[in-house]
């Protein structure tokens, strides 16, 4: 169904339109929160990625919610609710191992003819209407409502024809949005990557112009949206846009000199890059659990090395040669230590699960379970982008398959939780 409504009354300022999903295609736990907070008397709308995946039919991962309900209002009606955040406060209503992200409308704390030389949002906790809340969002596919109980999509923004034109673009003026929180550089990477769209000329240029901000904002976020660029099944084109726009020498800037010293766009090692990213998204869109950090590193950087991971060669050797090459690349990025120190032993392993299973101690696969699984599957992918065969790839697969993993270790203060693999 998909109509106008024009006996109904609609937000002023607002398209709106009735439009019905399958049932199956709702998050049952989302449905409750927007449920329950509507029988209270309080608006709330599904909004943000889950519609605009909804509308291109596309099963969403998440589902958020945004309501006239404040965070501690929201709190005081679901027991199954924490408040997380500073600067912006958002309550999750966790529902066994899912969550579901609950955000009041909120307002651009700043006016758009605000003329301080410093545009960077510090904070962001002022109480608004769904129109300024839609309005402060950041591209106009992302700032569509849909109310499951009267089936009706509301847009403040223009998001359903940009939809329908197939176009990431900022709300409002992208020079402002772009230096209020940088970060929308990479989202806009994101996005036209893993929906195939484009970016509209004046998003594009004040992407190139503010680039460089993206180093002011936090290393956590800066690296969160890497791992999600690289996650999503479309981290061959991110690449492609993030060198485009001159992104990938802000964010990784010795891995671009590397490619810059050969030629770049038209070099060997950016060509086996791109191979490798295009058999990275492959394998995670059919993989069962999503690719840990420490392994999309590695991926990142397996081209790289190929002069180092030669067969054969000795592990303390081919270690040392790691560190001396693409440790800093990693620490730049300022992924987590423990993610860095696993992607180097991911690579590590590459010479070991190379070659023949006869001469590995069991004892250590066992040890190591997760770890090995991973470079066996990082193994698998390489060999596909070089477009050779991975002689003892079964080999290695049979193996891990009769080695049973031991169980995580008992969660004390002292004791990390065990590391889960990730397999295809």
């Known amino acids: 169904m998909n109509r106008w409504i024009s006996e109904e009354p609609r937000p002023e300022g607002a398209l709106v339109r009735e439009q ?6 709702i998050d049952p736990s989302a449905l409750k929160v927007v449920s329950r907070l509507q029988a209270y008397g309080y608006e709330a709308y599904f909004v943000g990625g889950c519609v605009r995946d909804l509308l291109l039919g ?8 945004a309501t006239s ?14 408040i997380i955040g500073r600067r912006f406060r958002l309550a999750h209503i966790i529902f066994g191992e899912k969550i579901i992200e609950t955000a009041t409308f909120r307002r651009n704390p700043r006016s758009e003819a605000d003329e301080a030389d410093d545009l ?34 509301i847009d403040y923004v223009g998001g359903l024809e940009d939809l329908e034109r197939r176009i990431v673009r900022a709300i409002g003026d992208p ?123 590695a991926t990142l950087v397996r081209p790289f090395v190929d002069d180092i991971l030669t067969p054969r060669a000795r592990q303390d050797v081919v270690q040392n040669a790691l560190a001396r090459r693409v440790r800093h690349w990693l620490e ?7 993610d860095t120190a696993s992607a180097l032993e991911l690579l590590a392993l590459q010479p070991l699960v190379s070659g023949s299973t006869e001469k590995v101690r069991h004892r250590r696969v066992r040890h190591r379970h997760a770890l090995f699984g991973e470079a066996v599957t990082l193994r698998g992918l390489y060999a596909e982008a070089c477009g050779e065969t991975a002689v003892y790839l079964d080999e290695w697969i049979a193996l891990l398959a009769s080695v049973t993993a031991p169980p995580p270790p008992s969660h004390t203060k002292e004791q990390r939780p065990h590391r889960r693999p990730w397999r295809p």
């Open 120 to 153: 960077y949002l510090r904070r962001d906790n002022v109480f608004g209407t769904p129109e300024e809340d839609a309005r402060r969002r950041d591209f106009t596919v992302n700032g569509l409502y849909y109310d499951p109980s009267t089936h009706r999509l």
């Open 175 to 297: 020079d402002i949005r772009m230096q209020e929180d940088p970060v929308r550089i990479l989202r806009a990477i994101k996005f036209a990557a893993r929906l195939g769209f484009d970016i509209d000329p004046p998003t594009y240029e004040a992407m190139l112009t503010h680039r460089a901000l993206i180093r002011r904002c936090a290393p956590a976020r800066v690296v969160e949206e890497i791992f999600r660029l690289l996650r999503a099944g479309a981290a061959a084109p991110s690449m492609r846009l993030l060198a485009a726009t001159g992104v990938l020498e802000v964010v990784l800037p010795s891995l671009h000199a590397e490619l810059a010293h050969e030629g770049s766009t038209n070099g060997k090692t950016w060509t086996r890059l791109l191979a490798t990213l295009d058999a990275l998204d492959r394998v995670a869109k059919n993989a069962t659990s999503p690719p840990t950090n420490a392994f999309l590193l």
């Open 58 to 65: 596309r099963r969403p991962k998440d589902f958020d919610v």
């Open 69 to 82: 309900a404040t965070p501690d209002e929201i709190k005081r009606l679901f027991k199954n609710c924490r």
């Open 20 to 25: 019905s999903f399958e049932p199956s295609c």
């Open 332 to 338: 730049e990025l300022h992924a987590f230590r423990s």
